[in-house]
């Protein structure tokens, strides 16, 4: 049973380029959330999709875009990238939204803008 | 609002030695979860567990345990006679059922816990 799957692994943007993300949840999971997590502390929740539309979003600019797909997979775009932005993105899938349901983390991108 | 603390920034110990990291939760709904993830030098959030509001039971599991105290808002985590493989950054998080921020995990700023041989 595969876990929650992330690509890129690494990369490297320059500034005020566009990056996207991509996770597939892991299976039976129908709920994707990113997060991003700076060095040194704690992830920090980006935005939550179910059904195909942005349930959630937490306080990030509209630079940050995402999208899920008829197969529960997402991907995360943010575009006009600063170096501030360089950070591990995480996705995590769970069964439901809200529920309680135990919430998995794929191993992350880690995005440096340079 | 809801917050989660760790007020352990890091913590350093000795293999065999018992090491608990505090977690400190704010919270004004009743019914939320708390989950306790560890996250080695690779990135991943490795999950460890999760508790509801409504179960104060303590629970352990091999070296791990953890206490639920909703008194003190509090979901302490002790890692019983240390190893050198528990070296890692582990984070408390809070989950809303409910409101406006549901199914947003909060996280405390982690613990970075070091077990020296």
């Known amino acids: 049973d595969a876990g929650v799957t992330q690509s890129p692994t690494h990369l490297i943007k320059t500034r005020g380029q566009q990056v996207t993300l991509r996770c597939s949840p892991k299976?039976?999971?129908?709920?994707v959330s990113w997060y991003q997590q700076a060095l040194g502390q704690g992830p920090q929740f980006i935005f939550q999709y179910y059904e195909e539309e942005e349930r959630q979003r937490g306080n990030f600019p509209d630079r940050f875009s995402g999208h899920q797909f008829p197969n529960y997979s997402s991907e995360l775009n943010v575009n006009a990238l600063l170096l501030g932005d360089s950070a591990l993105y995480l996705c995590?899938?769970?069964f439901g939204t809200g529920t309680g349901n135990t919430i998995y983390f794929g191993e992350g991108s880690w995005l440096t803008v340079v | 609002a809801q917050k989660v603390t760790q007020a352990q920034t890091e913590i350093s110990v000795v293999e065999k030695e018992d090491v608990t990291l505090d977690c400190v939760y704010e919270?004004?709904?009743?019914?939320?979860?708390l989950f306790w993830y560890k996250q080695p030098p690779s990135g991943e959030l490795v999950f460890l567990i999760r508790?509801?509001?409504?179960?104060?039971q303590n629970e352990i599991s091999g070296r791990y345990s953890w206490n639920f105290q909703k008194s003190t808002s509090s979901f302490n985590f002790t890692i019983t006679a240390s190893q050198v493989v528990d070296s890692a950054v582990y984070f408390c998080a809070l989950l809303q059922a409910g409101g406006t921020s549901y199914g947003k995990l909060t996280f405390g700023q982690g613990t970075i816990l070091t077990v020296h041989p």
């Open positions: 299976s039976g999971h129908d709920t």
């Open positions: 919270t004004r709904d009743t019914t939320y979860y």
């Open positions: 508790r509801n509001s409504f179960d104060e």
């Open positions: 995590a899938s769970s």
